[in-house]
């Protein structure tokens, strides 16, 4: 495909050109800048239809728009931005240098720019921060053919048009009707009598990721914004609730692998800042492995007889620790998706007890028949391994499920609580069990 | 609120109980009927308006369901029946038994069995098994009024009145056409003029996966599903699309935890479930562990020599295993984000073995620190254990991030790849460098 489109390019075939792209998503057209040579770019997006060309804008990534926007005439800027929806305009402006912010916001309405300027201020990751400010209001006296009206007057400037928001004259949010609910009523029906009364709303502060579980449980198209007079400010839409699910799930298997959320995708992180997102969890791990050496250092004399009881180490460490986030991790997305909650704590040990049971007793009978029949251990070794390896998936699990949950419980965030750590815990206490197992049986 | 439900229950204030529930989501009363004792849900349920039944119905869990079904006169059956889309009435077979599925059908009217068994027949994971049947079709030679004629006429029962669908006699999918655009076009339009002309879509087996991927990308409210004749069948919506994305993020999250997914929440799930979920890794890790164990076994002398070299074993591998799941969880995220392709393994090693260089040498120089003050060991243990810190790290990483690069490149999940099985290799690796570079150092 981008070898089609170069060959236009340096053809001039731009007719034929115009023609293949308006047949492309805007998406996937940005895609194809990714592997267009940067001299190509300005030229290309020059070709796409003025609605095109905002929609691509919005999907290249921060460098493209950056050197798209060096090259704009002041008027092709103000093109473009007039094209964009506000909530786009300002995720483009957070990824500019200050430089290119000047000149975008200059650029802009004065009534659009203090739109800008109020959801830049809204903390990173709440509703405000996402919400969008083009939405379709109506007014509770309006009959169905006003409201068809001001959509088809208004409407081809709004995100979504689809949920319609009913406000009073102090723009309090009063109810929504759909268009659905329009289509299907009559003409001459007022917007008092077939809206909604009790809508659900959230306000600019709350953590956008609860607006997305709210848009996703009540499967809505958008729910409304409002501030702390309840009146309406904003929507967010359902396609930013999907971002904010991926992310979300993205931030929480980094915790769950001990490292600090990233912002940008993988590929777009420097390795400074990979390094700055890795390293603390590992020092800290690092330094408190110390203890699992202090607990083996203690043992030194034990070890020192059985030597062959060191071998198993590794095996009884790694089983603790799987089973541990086994039940860690599964919990952690529990509390993540609300299924779970702290009042199921009870249930939760109960069945983790059993679970551990199993798991500990089946793994203790395969690894008994490996030891006597491939490892030729004694008899007691066995016994002391199998003991060990049953009491460490016991408590593996039951440290695994109950420390996400009180985590949760005393506010702190239970994916930090996850594998790493309670793998850390695991380990010193399938160590501690192991030799005092030892110990006790082969009276060392 | 349960309490106050009960209490207008018992005192049979039936009036206002209506009354307080019609100002409720229909996801919320579902949600009250898991704390009311079973005895009164029937009654709570008989309360509800018709339409809100039915989208309560689908909400509750299958337990309720089934109560509920069971109780039912086969007048009522068919009420809720014919109220429900017909993706929800599959779900809820789904999870029926026999008997239950068998009275649901003989109360389905003939058409929609047809449709039910047609849906039930498309393999678990597909885009048919998600698809809803209900969708506005247009023909291309309509105009707007017509459209909204018939919108109008048959809107009621389709999930989504927003996109709608144009095909041709043979039912083949032409174009698509959304609410926006009829509403801001003349009533006189012809549809074949302002519809979109190649519009995306996916074909019933395609993974939900991707048909999932594919909604959120395009950010479209819904996507419509064709048979290998182009026919159109059905449409996913975002919705679902959603619940699929969820799902995936669990799956993905419980694989990276050596479990097999699960299919239902993890409280709805009984513990010989969860235990056969959990089994199979563990007992496939603990058996590898066993090479940990061998090359213990095989530097039992020097490690006889030097106890002390002992007591770095869990430190070291812990560590290792630690930067080797932080470098592969990374990748499979951006693997299943699409954010990262095989094409990029030359950029990403370069990047891991860079990261991996910088955190191997600060992590070396704070355990050197440690080492020498707090533990203190002898300047050549701690230059052993520092050298083998820094090997470890950089192969873990290396490791890490390509080893799922390699699984998706021939066909496997890389979740499967990920924290626990690369581990297992990792520890491996750390003693053998450890062990080797204590051999060459330490001349034993």
């Known amino acids: 495909m981008i070898d089609i489109i170069i060959e236009l390019i340096t053809a001039k075939q731009y007719a034929k050109l115009k023609g293949i792209l308006s047949d492309i998503e805007p998406i996937d057209i940005a895609a194809l800048f990714d592997d267009l040579p940067k001299r190509y770019m300005p030229l290309l997006y020059r070709l796409l239809p003025k609605e095109t060309a905002a929609e691509v804008f919005v999907e290249l990534d921060a460098d493209t728009q950056e050197m798209l926007i060096t090259g704009f005439s002041d008027s092709e800027l103000k093109e473009v931005l007039d094209e964009l929806y506000l909530d786009d305009a300002v995720d483009i402006i957070e990824e500019m240098p200050a430089n290119v ?8 309405d004065p009534e659009v720019r203090h739109s800008i300027n109020e959801i830049l201020n809204y903390p990173k990751d709440s509703a405000g921060s996402i919400m969008t400010i083009e939405f379709i209001d109506l007014k509770e006296d ?11 007057r208004t409407g081809v400037d709004k995100e979504t048009i689809y949920t319609c928001y009913v406000t009073d004259r102090n723009r309090i949010l009063k109810g929504i009707v759909s268009v659905k609910d329009l289509l299907l009523s009559a003409e001459d029906c007022v917007i008092s009598d077939i809206m909604e009364k009790n809508p659900i709303f959230v306000y600019t502060l709350d953590d956008k990721e ?3 579980k709210a848009l996703s449980k009540y499967d809505f198209l958008a729910l409304p914004v409002v501030d702390n007079e309840k009146r309406l400010v904003g929507i967010v839409t359902v396609d930013d609730a999907i971002d904010v699910i991926q992310e979300e799930a993205t931030e929480d298997i980094e915790k769950m692998a001990a490292m ?4 940008k995708p993988y590929l777009k992180t420097g390795v400074w800042d990979t390094f700055k997102q890795r390293i603390p969890w590992l020092l800290v791990l690092m330094i408190s492995a110390t203890f699992t050496g202090k607990i083996i250092a203690h043992f ?7 030597v062959v009881l060191t071998t198993f180490i590794p095996m009884l460490m790694d089983t603790g620790g799987n089973s541990g986030s086994q039940a860690s991790v599964t919990i952690i997305r529990g509390l993540s998706l609300e299924e779970i909650h702290f009042r199921d704590i009870l249930r939760i040990l109960w069945k983790e007890a059993r679970v551990a ?10 690894n008994f028949v490996k030891l006597m029949i491939i490892d030729r251990v004694t008899l007691t070794i066995a016994l002391v391994v199998c003991t060990t390896l049953v009491g460490t998936v016991f408590f593996a699990k039951i ?4 420390l996400p949950l009180f985590a949760k419980k005393i506010g702190f965030d239970p994916a930090v609580m996850a594998s790493p750590l309670i793998t850390t815990i695991v380990d010193a206490m399938s160590l501690m069990i192991y030799f005092n197992i030892a110990s006790a049986v082969l009276h060392i």
Chains 1, 2 share one sequence.
Do not use: Y
């Open 300 to 306: 030194e004399d034990a070890l020192g007889k059985f």
């Open 210 to 212: 609860d607006v997305a």
């Open 260 to 263: 600090t959320p990233s912002e």
């Open 399 to 402: 440290v695994g499920s109950s």
């Open 101 to 108: 912010v000047k000149r975008i916001i200059r650029h802009s």
């Open 357 to 366: 049971l199993i798991c500990g007793v089946v793994l203790a009978c395969a």
């Open 142 to 152: 309006m009959t169905v053919q006003d409201a068809f009206t001001k959509i088809r």
